[in-house]
């Protein structure tokens, strides 16, 4: 049986989050981002780590977005309000996803039991 790795487990020290969050622009040189701007990005809410007494684990969805964040930052030149409004509004935008995929389901369940109400009033019909 194959291990499918939960993308939500947080698995990472700060440490070895800072290291394996790095511009990706500059190459393999580029040095990892700071603890502190972690723990400052944590209390801004731009990301929000399991703590376990005092100590922050990051999850690999967790390193996906502090990368986003330093490319917005870093790259694009947005500030960190920016940054706060652009993943809120990408946030959002994932929720009216998965919201829309739940509506396609439920729509085609309705229209299974439209077809298998329509059967049902057709064999009757042609019932003597």
């Known amino acids: 049986m194959a291990y499918i790795k939960d993308r939500d487990e947080p698995i990472y ?19 990892p ?13 731009l990301v929000q780590p399991r703590k376990v007494g005092k100590n922050r684990f990051y999850s690999d969805r967790d390193i996906e977005r502090l990368q986003q964040i330093q490319h917005l930052t870093q ?25 829309a995929g739940q509506m396609e389901a439920m729509l085609r369940e ?7 109400i329509e059967q049902k009033r057709g064999a009757k019909a042609e019932a003597p």
Not at 13 to 31: E, F, M, Q
Not at 110 to 116: K, N, R, T
């Open 75 to 99: 790259h694009v030149k947005v500030n960190l309000s920016g940054v706060a409004y652009i993943i809120s509004l990408l946030d959002q935008m994932r929720r009216a996803d998965v919201l």
């Open 13 to 31: 020290t700060i440490s070895i989050a800072a290291k394996l969050v790095r511009p990706t622009a500059h190459g393999d040189d580029a040095k």
């Open 110 to 116: 309705a229209e299974e039991c439209a077809g298998q």
């Open 33 to 45: 981002i700071h603890a502190q701007t972690l723990r400052m990005y944590d209390r801004l809410g």
